[in-house]
């Protein structure tokens, strides 16, 4: 009898500590794979006041010191981003940018991508806390509410399909939402699944603005080529500013 | 009666800082108008630059909070900040653009925080001034 009450409370135990491990997975910031370089071909479309813009390009990023972006349509530019100078090289013009600034933004439009690394999204780096979540067959949502600091900002709701983030919805104080990105086409890259394109939709001026990321021919963690800096030819106008 | 003498010199004192942000104010105000276009594509470009600075400075609240509670300081601080423009919107963009994108961007945001700032500090000496008035007012009687 003695026996049978030690195995019971043994099997509680382990359930228990099996409901605390599932919470901790959900509210702490887990991420499936630390990324240290990504190198990729990139095309971004922006549909903005029914104007579609392309930009096609290479990109290079040594998480988190380096990103450098080789962009060949619609014109020859390269941006390095190094800690806080920013370069920017027409080779046409032959023209080059130097821009100093407290801090650059070296993701881009490569946040998202980089985010849905993150079980969470990187929220709870926000300190965004975990107010309730919902199973629907192999679909888990979670809503995430923002701190009290981040004023007019709402609730943030993740759908994550089969361990994969497919959609994020943002909405302000007033319930309605301010952003949806979609994520799409994921990539098997060893135990990595990674988008290949994301897409998203937000309110510019009253007016709703798309845009939409690919990356073709992705590695992740490999070899990034040697130098990461700019090649500058020597009859190059410099031009520096300070931000 | 010195102690009402003072708080007069105060009262004073804040008046002019009141009317320092009259003319302050209309001058922050115009100086966002003030980018002299050369070209309609340089134009079209500043326009652009402008709407973007005013949605991302969208939550300038802080600037107003912090001229409000620190007065000329606040001030200051708003008008020697460096606003940045988001590196992703020079991206495929030529020289000319990049150039003139950038600095329409960091003129329009600057002239935000500074207004913004600039309402803050007005409010909070207006407030200041009727507290002193009606407390000298109150101790007189």
Redesign the interface.
Known sequence: MFRTKIIKDYFLYVLLFCAFQGMTAFSATLQSVELISLSANFT?ILVENDTE?L?K?SLFLNYPETLH?K?N???M?D?V?NDTL?Q?F?PE?H?L?N?N?????KL??LSPFVASQYKDYGLSALSYTLSDYQVENDTLITIWQPPKEM??AGATVLKTLNDKLVNVLIYDEKDNIVQKILFKDYQKLGFIGFPGTVEILYK??GKITKKNVTLTNLEINKSIPDSLNLDIPENVTIEN?E? | MDFIRNRFIVVNLLMVALMLNLVILPITMDFSFAQDAETENYESICQKAEQDAIEDEDNSASFAFGGFMCGVFGYIFAATSKPEPPVERLVGKDEDYAHAYATCYRQKAKSLRTKAACIGWAVGSTVSMVYFMATAESESN
């Not at chain 1, 600034?101 to 933004?105: P, S």
């Open positions: 971004k813009s930009t390009g972006l962009i349509y619609p014109i530019q941006i981003i920013m920017i027409y013009k023209l940018y821009v600034a407290a801090y650059h933004d881009i439009f004023g007019n510019n001026s500013f931000w």
